[in-house]
């Protein structure tokens, strides 16, 4: 079922001339508005009345997360406190959260965009959608609540924890669709073992995944333990919170509904825009927001944009699977890495759970690799030789893709601690040195 076709089917072409139209207005309202946009217009030499069409997108100035701070809390609103219905806020690892404000408009177009994330993955106004992203103010709870109620679909507000009480729920409801963090999916699915719960049994169809990144070999992982459809998720709260982008049946790669969020493929390093196909950083510009209307977000995610069609009949572009942040690369004896790289090669290894933590830290000069990672009950054993040829399989596996040596370690099933939200992997010492 696709929720909006005029838009979300639109001939590309009349698409882009709506873009055009709608940037040009949320430019100069921006410019008009919010004296923090206005500066660094003019600091860039560039006008509102240069802006006529899309294509002239790569003349403005782009926002980053220090605009964020620097106008905390409410400095990026284009519209007076009487007008906001709602506040949302990200919490900020270092310092103050970055605070995000809706109109009454921008909550309605929001849970249209969310409404269309659950249609793209297959929801209907049948299904009972089971929505365990926590609830508060992060965006992922009351976003897909109220995209759950838009659809018309039976919402469970049931917000992140509580895992028995869940898979209850999830029984006695008949849950069809859940969404929450991939790495609550498989909390999910240890409890329910645990719990000697069939979930085989439930009327589980489609998981909406996201908030955190990911990897192909997690959704096979889930999609054979839950068992549903895992679709991938995306969004974040300075564009408007989940509902940017979803993946639909296809499971190819994440349709943006661009008639609200418009893409751009940046390199990280100089800021020029990246033809399509192209690894970069994603930017986003948000053609609708009353209440904040951010322009040239740099997400800091990294992605491609692909315009090829879709067999499902949307023609927006999608972007792929996020493989990480051009923040989260952690650069180990001057060589690059990628916690998702570590990832994919743990799922690829028999034996082990799917549940790990890196830890970089330094010895003298040398910057060191741990990787701790659970051994599943039924490989896990007392036999020090078994476990030892386990870990030097990983550390071959992990060399070879990598280029540098890590230092395994093996963890026994059920010591590493689980999340019921974003998970937190990636432990660098060396920060705090
Ligand atoms: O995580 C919004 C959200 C809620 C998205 C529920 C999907 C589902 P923030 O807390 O602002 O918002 O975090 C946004 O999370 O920049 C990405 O780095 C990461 N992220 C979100 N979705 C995905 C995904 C919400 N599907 C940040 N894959 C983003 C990889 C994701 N990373």
Known sequence: MILNPEFECMDRKQLRQIQGERLREVVRRAYEKIPIYRRKFEEHGVHPDDIRDIDDIVKLPFTTKEDFRTAYPFGLFAVPLREIVRVHASSGTTGKPTVVGYTRRDVEIWAETCARTLACGGGTPDDVLQVAYGYGLFTGGLGMHYGGERLGAMVVPMSGGNTRRQIMLMRDFGTSLLACTPSYALLIAEVADEEGIDLKKLALKTGFFGAEPWTEAMRAQIEERLPLKAIDIYGLSEVIGPGVASECEEQNGLHIFEDHFYPEIINPETGEVLPPGQRGELVFTCLTKEAMPVIRYRTRDITLLDETP?????????????????DDMLIIRGVNVFPSQIESVLMKVEGIAPHYVIVVDKSGVM???????EVSPEVFSDEVKKMETLRERIAQEMYSVLGISARITLAEPKTIERSMGKSKRVIDVREQK
Do not use: Q
Not at 315 to 321: D, E, G, I
Not at 367 to 373: A, G, M, P, S, T
């Open 310 to 326: 879709c067999a499902c009949g949307r023609t927006s572009r999608r972007m792929a699977r996020v493989t990480g942040r051009t």
């Open 367 to 373: 910057d060191e690799l741990e990787i701790k990672v």
